[in-house]
């Protein structure tokens, strides 16, 4: 493939993608810092009665809506001074999923996500995703109706945590800290972005890649997957942001859009072993302890992959 044309085919689209993650970033930013997440939040706190949690454990959801460490970090200390028992405390980890997706349709997916994929696979990847949260936070609400009683959660004690967005930041403090954060994402997204997009370009453009990965037709023939979302899945598993902009320019035409949506939800599936090393073990056994940490990964986990695995079945039926 010529330079030129491969130029000409990746520059307009990279400006395109980054002109509107730039706008999405700045938003969404600008979204936080005025409190934005907390009016979602709100809805967290009708949930605690059915299921059976003390009021105050609303309130820890609202600051995983805003900061899962926040939010964690409260549901510890209602745990350590005897509000929530284990189990209480594992429901209430469970019902907090969905609330902590939340943040990232702010921080991420709208902003990052949706510009790279374009809206309709974009916005059937969200809901996916937003309905496997969801599905979860509701499981969890059923299971402290059926399995919570009052053994399970004392009254409340004064287990004090500041709230995020709290601070005594101005209004032109806010927009620029939103700002900032918005420079700073376009720095690390934006060349990742061109280099992959190039690559992705050349190698699908050069070559047949369903030749290379015929090895694992059998596998993607069973769950209803082309044989080139070996690739994609492999891609979207390392990292979510280049695994889309791998996809993206191959939707139409490789993929149909729910088999492209599907082809990402395995990816985060596979995704689990590796994001569960890096980041979810140092987090929970950090706020938990190793043994508790352990059964909060453990139902995290097993959750995820059970209703991914049903959202993946909806999309290939």
Do not use: C
């Not at 044309?5 to 700045?26: C, E, F, N």
């Not at 709208?110 to 809901?127: D, Q, R, S």
């Not at 004090?160 to 930041?169: A, F, I, K, S």
């Not at 993206?248 to 149909?256: D, E, I, L, N």
């Amino acid at each position: 493939m010529q330079l030129a044309a491969l130029l000409g085919d990746v520059l307009p689209r990279v400006a395109a993608v980054s002109l509107a993650i730039a706008v999405g970033l700045t938003l969404a930013n600008l979204a936080v810092a005025f409190g934005a997440v907390e009016y979602v939040a709100r809805f967290a706190k009708p949930l605690t009665g059915p299921a059976n949690l003390p009021d105050e454990v609303g309130t820890a959801i609202l600051a995983t809506t805003a900061s899962p460490t926040a939010g964690y970090g409260m549901l510890k200390e209602y745990r350590d001074a005897g509000v929530l028992d284990d189990r209480a405390t594992l429901i209430a980890v469970t019902i907090n999923t969905f609330f902590g997706f939340v943040q990232h349709i702010f921080t991420f997916y709208a902003p990052v996500l949706i510009p790279i994929l374009g809206l309709e696979v974009g916005l059937t990847y969200v809901g996916a995703r937003a309905g496997v949260s969801l599905a979860i936070t509701l499981v969890g609400v059923l299971a402290g109706a059926l399995f919570l009683t009052e053994r399970n959660v004392a009254p409340a004690t004064d287990a004090d945590v500041d709230l995020p967005g709290d601070g005594d930041q101005t209004r032109g403090e806010a927009v620029r800290d939103a700002l900032a954060k918005t420079r700073g994402k376009l720095f690390s997204i934006v060349p990742r972005l061109a280099i992959v997009y190039t690559a992705v370009v050349y190698l699908t453009t050069a070559y047949d890649v369903t030749e290379y990965t015929s090895a694992a037709a059998p596998l993607t023939e069973l769950i209803g997957l082309p044989s080139a979302s070996v690739p994609a899945i492999a891609t979207f598993a390392v990292d979510t942001t280049t695994g889309a902009i791998f996809i993206a320019p191959q939707v139409p035409g490789t993929f149909t859009a729910r088999e492209a949506v599907a082809t990402m939800l395995v990816g985060g599936v596979v995704s689990f072993a590796v994001s569960t090393f890096k980041r979810s073990i140092p987090f929970q056994y950090g706020i938990w302890g190793a043994r508790f940490g352990s059964k909060v990964i453990a139902v995290n986990v097993a959750a995820k992959v059970v209703f991914i695995a049903v959202a993946i079945a909806v999309l290939l039926a």
